[in-house]
DNA sequence: TCCACTTAAGCAACGCTGTTGCCAAACTGC
DNA sequence: GCAGTTTGGCAACAGCGTTGCTTAAGTGGA
């Protein structure tokens, strides 16, 4: 169902026009440079309406909106819908109150026409997701994992979440079963993968997990890609929880996931865009030094914001965890101008008010010219996957492809 | 000379081809999303390959270098070029070796087809540089400024300075005398002004610079803009810096640019494109907390990098004003997994290699991970003016245009 | 009830983009 | 001197968004 290519089975074009996810690396001609020819630029416009369409949630949003918005001529605009309506991406849902004229019609995302996986390998819980296209969960399945097993083992572990999800899904989601490419089996787009740093998320290659250092350049995504069937995108679970909590607000604004669990890790969307550096290093938050020399840290330097925040949760004494983190988000935002700040892992879990009412705090009392409060400071819900949802976001985001310049 | 749009003089297109330079805000219809059209794409490729060609410097690149650079096709990158070379910003020069059929031709950019102004608006002084294409200057002019005075002083001074490099370049620049259209007058294609923040590039008005309060919300750009005829862009000091010694490189990669003069600032380059922040407040380096209690800054807080790096400059530590730097630089390159460190300002130009030392010691010292010495840590060179070169690439890095995706 | 007016959306023709197919030019090596 | 290789341009083409116009579907006053 709802195969992207539609129009063009012959002739295999020289750059698919949506990119398909986590295709990745090795795959344009040169790093870095991206001529564009006209597939792109259908893609790039295709993107920036569907982008538009699930930003408009369930209210919907019109033709002559969407012109408004992308910059697009009318015309140019009703083309497109009408091939994402074709595709069954988008449908046609009522219409708005009429200022004079003819009213407008409202459009809106089909978010059962594709779905993609989310799967999270934790130290020791595998979890994966199976969410819409407007990236709302439709079926979920967890069990335990040991990420110091050989990755033959937690590769048949992570197979197999995978395919309950989908299987848990199967029967609701056959709304049109034809049409799909022999690919798009089950209307599954791919399967993102979220695991601890170090990692490549560029090669697909797994790094020296804290602990376990025999994935230490394991070609996690290729192997994964193999089994499923499927593309796969592979990148650390902070990053992924912040692409897919940053993705409601969908604009191009900047924003910072903290995570503390085992360490203290940050995921970065800078302008819209995860930022994730050349070696998938940003977001090494933990080890921010805020004590010059402080305390030793496990990792043998002093003063990092990891053994000073987490040494005081550990001993009880929230408070002084809550300052210290929140110092450390200072820092970052007032560094990266960010725009919103939000807080995960078992640790702030436990104590979501005392976090994020700390962080505020810090933020407020830095005389750093912003109005106090003017960047909001939250915490992940209870009983939410936000890093496994986040990981079937590296699948979608490329959908929503995110913006030309 | 070498107006960029020579196809269409008839018929204004609803959006110019290359992006005019700092056109900027309320220029698209929303912020945030762009469509694209043809001449959008055709500015890309166009912009890509101007890059490429400036990239290549003397050495010049081949036809056929750029199509596989680009992804584009040989017959696309023959249009492009033989457009750049009617339009004068691009010429053949020489052949590569054969290797058994006909040699390459190569092409190299002509840096005097255009120019532009960097405007570097400090406390005590005001710099301006005219550059050519290739970003190299052709001629400089400074004198003494007060940005205490009413901003009428300051526009007329800053109006004197852009003239005197204008006229004092005048006489090498007639190649092409005909051809520009009006507003390309002796061949600038605009001025980048950079002064100190915080001030609002997007909306180009200054803020309240530290010590005169009286600039706050002053519409800097359109006042210049107004006096001089030419398109202004505004930015932060460090940001125009931080542009210019990062455009060399080209590339994607991530860089910072560390200042350190009245104060201790910062510009960042991430993946290849400047990070502003949407209210131009990225690069607030120097009140980074690296020292929890410690010694009272200036700004009310207590233990920034400023307080403590400067105070022990201005007693003569250097040793302890360069390691406290280098945390905070290392706190920076391993939070955004930067590439390449650059130190610049009064304080640094004075002790450059005890700095560019100091620093780099505390980042192979942290054990990231990163090789030791894998993050280079340079000094600016005696002598020159990066602020003022930089903020003439706010004028150029829009012809370069910063990539599709 | 009718009709003028307004607004939305689609059809058809069009201009311009990069692409494809083909051919001429230029050099190497036998 | 000729075969082979490589470069680069000309011409025709497919497909993108745009323009001009028509049709659909409402409102509101006579």
Redesign the pocket.
């Known amino acids: 169902m709802a195969a992207m290519n539609s129009?063009?089975p012959h002739?295999p074009?020289?750059?698919s026009?949506s990119p398909g996810p986590a295709a990745s690396a090795a795959e344009s001609p040169a790093p870095g440079a991206a001529?564009?020819?006209?597939?792109v630029?259908?893609g790039?416009?295709?993107a920036l309406v569907l982008a538009l369409l699930r930003a408009s949630g369930e209210e919907g949003i019109?033709?002559?909106e969407l012109a408004e918005r992308t910059?697009?001529?009318?015309?140019?605009?009703?083309?497109?819908?009408?091939r994402l309506r074709a595709e069954g991406l988008a449908a046609e849902a009522g219409?708005?109150?009429?200022?004079?004229?003819?009213?407008?019609?409202?459009?809106r995302l089909v978010p059962g026409a594709a779905h993609a996986v989310g799967l999270h390998l934790d130290r020791d819980e595998a979890t994966a997701v199976l969410v819409d296209l407007a990236g709302r969960p439709v079926a979920a399945a967890s069990g335990p994992l040991d990420l110091g097993a050989p990755p033959d083992e937690v590769l048949t572990a992570a197979v197999g979440r995978v395919a309950e999800v989908r299987a848990s899904a199967r029967p609701g989601s056959a709304e049109r079963a034809g049409a799909g490419g022999p690919g798009t089996a089950g209307g599954v787009l791919g399967v993102g993968v979220a695991m601890p740093g170090p990692l490549d998320h560029a090669a697909g290659t797994a790094g020296r997990v804290t602990g376990f250092p025999h994935w230490d350049g394991f070609p996690l995504r290729a192997a994964l890609a193999e089994r499923l069937g499927l593309p796969v995108a592979l990148d650390k679970d902070t990053n992924a929880a912040a692409l897919g909590l940053a993705a409601p607000g969908g604009g191009g604004g900047s924003f910072a996931y903290l995570h503390l669990g085992t360490g203290l890790g940050a995921g970065l969307v800078l302008d819209g865009a995860l930022h994730r550096g050349a070696r998938t290093g940003a977001g090494e938050f933990g080890h921010q030094v805020v004590q010059l020399d402080g305390p030793p840290c496990g990792c043998g330097y002093r003063g990092c914001l990891e053994a000073t925040c987490l040494a005081a949760a550990a001993r009880g004494d929230l408070g002084t965890a809550a300052r210290v983190l929140g110092e450390g988000a200072a820092n970052l935002v007032e560094l990266l101008d960010i725009d919103r700040v939000v807080l995960g892992g078992r640790t702030v879990a436990a104590h979501r008010e005392r976090f994020t009412a700390g962080v505020a705090e810090v933020l407020a009392a830095r005389p750093s010219g912003r109005a106090p409060g003017a960047v909001p400071v939250t915490a992940v819900e209870d009983g939410t996957r936000p890093v496994a949802e986040g990981a079937a976001h590296l699948v979608l985001a490329p959908l929503y492809g995110h913006r030309l310049r």
């Open positions: 129009t063009d002739k074009a020289r750059r026009p001529g564009a020819n006209l597939p630029l259908r790039h416009n295709t019109s033709r002559l910059g697009l001529t009318p015309q140019a605009v009703s083309k497109i819908t009408a219409f708005r109150a009429s200022t004079g004229g003819k009213p407008r019609t409202v459009l």
